[in-house]
C-alpha cells in the first residue's frame, strides 16, 4: 500500500467516527502477530494460522497476506498456542505464549518443507519480549500480586514499583490510589478495568477496587502512550479481572491480625486492641466447555482498632474554676476594642479599658490588669462554656488525658462476577458486574463523639469482541460505574443548642438550626483537642459515569490500523452540608490562651454553612486513528491522532457565578457589576468554552536490533531477543 494510501484510510476513518459510525477507547487486550517465511527465506501467502488459548480452549484463525503476514488484533488476556499449516511444509507450533494486557508479541513462523503430518513445537521463551510496541509500562500479574505479604490488599499499593512512579498524596486525598507518574499529579491519571473507566472523579483515585485474587493482571502505561489512550497526562492503570476456564479452579483465604501480636506505644500504658481479619475467596470454571464460562470472587473485611489518644492536655479542675496559675504564662493577650471592654466590665463589677492586658506577672489588682493573680471569676464565664465543660474529662495521667478504650471499626464487603461467552454468530461476549459495600466509624478523642462515613461502589460493564473475516475485529464496551459516599450518624447528637445556653432560632442574635437530625454538642476546637458533632455530618456524594466505546482494528498488508472512539458522560452530585448548625474554634487570640477564651466566649473563628447541593455534569468524547506499520522484521512505526473534545464541568442548574469586570447580569439585574451567571451573554453553563482543537498526534519506533556474533551478539542477542 502507498503511503499517501494509508495517510488517506487514517483521516477518513477519522472522519467516518466523527459521523457517530463507531465508538472506542483503550482495550484490555493483547495482539500477537508475525511473517509466515520459508527456509529460503521467502514469504509464505495463505498459510492458515491459529491462536488457541489454553485455558478455555477457544480459538481464533487467521491466514497470512500476500506479503506472510498474519496478526490477531484482539485476544484476551491469557496464554496462548499459536498452530500453523500449509500444504507443503510441516505443521509449526508456539507453546506457551503469555499475553499480557495491552502487549504486542510479534511470533514469526519459520516453515520447512515436510508433511502436513509432520509437525514442529518449540517452546515460547520464559522472558517474551515486545518487539513492536512503542509504550512504555509494565505488567505486574495474579500470581505476582497474591505471593507476597500485601496489607491491605489493594493492586494500587503496587504501583510503585515501576519507575517514574511515586505514591504521593499530598496535594488531593480520599482518593485510592494516589501517585504521580513522571512528575504530574496523580488527577491526571486514568483507571480501567475490564476496559471501563473507574476514576472517581472528585478525588480523582479509583472508585472500584477488585479483590486482589480476581485479578489477572493489571498495566500501567507510563508514557509513549499509543492514540486509543487519551484525556489523562499521567499513567493510564488497565486491571483484568480473571475469567473462568476449561478447569474447575478455587481458594479460599483469612488473613489476620490481632492484639496479642502487637506491642504497646512507648507513651501509652496499654496495648491498643486490633483485630483484623480479611477473608473470602474464589471459584471459577466452565458453564459448558470450551463456550461458556464464569468466574466468582468474594472479600470480607472486618477491623476493629483501638484509637491511642496519646497524651493530650485538658484544664485541670482548677482551671475548669478560674484558678488559671498553671497556663498564666498564656495569658499574653490584650483586650479588643471598646464594646468587649465594655462587656467584661459589667460582668467583672470593675472597669476594664481597651487594650489593658489580662494579666501580666505578678498582677494581684484588678487596677492593673483584668484578671488579677490569674483568676477568672466565674461572673464572666459564659453560661454554654460552664455547660458544655462536662464533655471534657479530666486529666488521668498528671496534665494530660490519654485512652485507648475506645475503637474504631470498618466493615467491607465486595465481590465480582464474570460471564465469558464464544459464540461463532455474536463473537466472544463478557459481562462483569463488581460491588462494594463499606462502613467505618472512627471515635473522636472524647467519648461520645466521633463520625463515621458509609459507602458502596458498583460497576457493571458488558463487551463483544466480533472477528469480521480474517482481518478484522471489532470490539464493542458498554460501561456503568456508580460510587457513593455519605456520612452517617455521628456521636454528640441529641442535645439541643438551646439547652447549653445558646440563643437559636430564626430573628434574632442567635444561631439558627438548618440541620435538627444533626443538632447537638456543637463542634469545638481548641488547640490540643476537639469535640462535638462532627463539621459535616450530612455531607454525601454520589458519582455515576456512563460509557461506551469501539475499537476496530483492520490488519492490511503490513499495516495494523486502528480506529475508535470513546463516549462518556459524568455525573457527581455534592451534599456539601458542613457546619449546619454552626462551629466554633478556640486558638487564644483574645487572650492568649484558648482555654480562657473558651471560658469567655470569645472564639477566634465561627462558621455555619448553607445547605446546598452541588449537581455537576460533564460530557467526553474522544476520537482517534493510528497505525502499527512493520517497516521491517526489525523496525516498527507506530504513529495515530487522537481528538478529544473534553466539556468542563458544569452546574445542572446554572447555579454558578463568575466576574466580569464591568458586566451588568440581565438573568439576576439586581446582581452587583460585574458578578454575571449561566445565560447572561458570553457566560457558558461550564462558565468557560468548551475546546474543539486539542489534537494529538503520536509517533513511535520500535526497533529490535538482531546481531549473530561478537560484542554486539553477546549485548543485543539474535532477533527478538532485544527492543
Known sequence: MKVRTLHSLLVAGLVLFCLGVQVARGDVFGRISGTAKDSTGAVVPGVTVTAVCTETGIRQTTQTDGQGFYAFPSLAVGHYDVVSSQSGFKDFTVKGLTL?????????????????????????????????????????????????????????????????????????????????????????????????????????????????????????????????????????????????TNQYHGNAFDFLRNTDLNARNFFSPSISKYLQNQFGGTGGGPIKKDKLFFFGDYQGTRVIQGINTGAVRVPSAADRAGNESDIASQ??????????????????????????PYYTPGCTANTACVFPNAVVPQSVMTAPSLNLMKYIPLPNSGQFYTSSALNSQTWDDKGGIRIDLSSDRFGMLSWYYFIDDNHSFTPGTFPGFGGGVQGRSQMLTMGDTKTLGPNKVNEFRANFTRWVSFGITPGGVGPTLSSFGFVTGPNTSGIVIQSPATEGVPSIGMNNFSFGVPGAPGAGQYNSTYQLMDNFSWVKGSHTLKFGMNLKYDQIIRHDMTDQNGAFSFNGQETGSDWVDYLLGAPSAYSQGSQLDLITR????????????RLSPTLTFNYGLRWDISQPWYEQRNESETIIPGEQSLVYPGAPKGWVFPGDPGVYPSLGPTRYHDLAPRAGLAWAPSAQSGILGKLLGEGGKTS
Open 100 to 244: 499480557d494486557v495491552n502487549s504486542a508479541l510479534m511470533v514469526d513462523i519459520p516453515l520447512t518443507v515436510g508433511a502436513q503430518t509432520e509437525q514442529v513445537t518449540v517452546n515460547a521463551a520464559a522472558l517474551q519480549i515486545e518487539t513492536v510496541n512503542t509504550q512504555m509500562g509494565e505488567v505486574i500479574t495474579g500470581t505476582s500480586m497474591t505471593s507476597v505479604p500485601l496489607n491491605g490488599r489493594s493492586y494500587t499499593d503496587l504501583l510503585a514499583l515501576q519507575p517514574g512512579v511515586v505514591p504521593y498524596a499530598a496535594t488531593y486525598t480520599g482518593g485510592t490510589g494516589s501517585f504521580s507518574v513522571s512528575g504530574n499529579r496523580e488527577m491526571a491519571n486514568g483507571f480501567t478495568v475490564n476496559g471501563g473507566d473507574v476514576k472517581e472523579g472528585a478525588n480523582m483515585g479509583t472508585s472500584v477496587l477488585p479483590n486482589l485474587d480476581s485479578i489477572a493482571e493489571f498495566r500501567i502505561i507510563t508514557n509513549n502512550f499509543d492514540a486509543e489512550y487519551g484525556n489523562y497526562s499521567g499513567g493510564v492503570v488497565n486491571a483484568v479481572t480473571k475469567s473462568g
Open 331 to 356: 495569658l499574653t493577650g490584650n483586650v479588643t476594642g471598646d464594646y468587649w471592654a465594655g462587656l467584661l466590665a459589667q460582668k467583672l463589677g470593675y472597669g476594664v479599658t481597651a487594650g489593658e
Open 618 to 629: 460533564n460530557h467526553y468524547l474522544g476520537l482517534y486513528a493510528q497505525d502499527s506499520w
